[in-house]
């Protein structure tokens, strides 16, 4: 007697294949917040930089 589960195979695939979809998204928003956080620190590092070189060449 084959018995089946609450949720059906064809829901069941649809579910797993959400879950899949979300997934994706959230790990692609991660790497996004990522790589902006990776600029604004360049950026920052360039920015002190240029002003340690600046002030130095006003010591001279």
């Known amino acids: 007697m084959g018995t089946r589960g609450i949720i059906g195979d064809k829901w069941s695939q649809r ?5 899949a979809i979300g997934s994706a998204m959230s790990l692609y ?9 990776n600029r604004q620190r360049a950026m ?4 002190m930089e240029a002003g340690a070189s600046q002030t130095a060449g006003e010591e001279v």
Do not use: D, K, N, P
């Open 15 to 19: 579910i797993l294949w959400l879950c």
């Open 29 to 37: 928003m991660v790497a996004v917040e990522r790589q902006a956080q």
């Open 44 to 47: 920052a590092e360039g920015l």
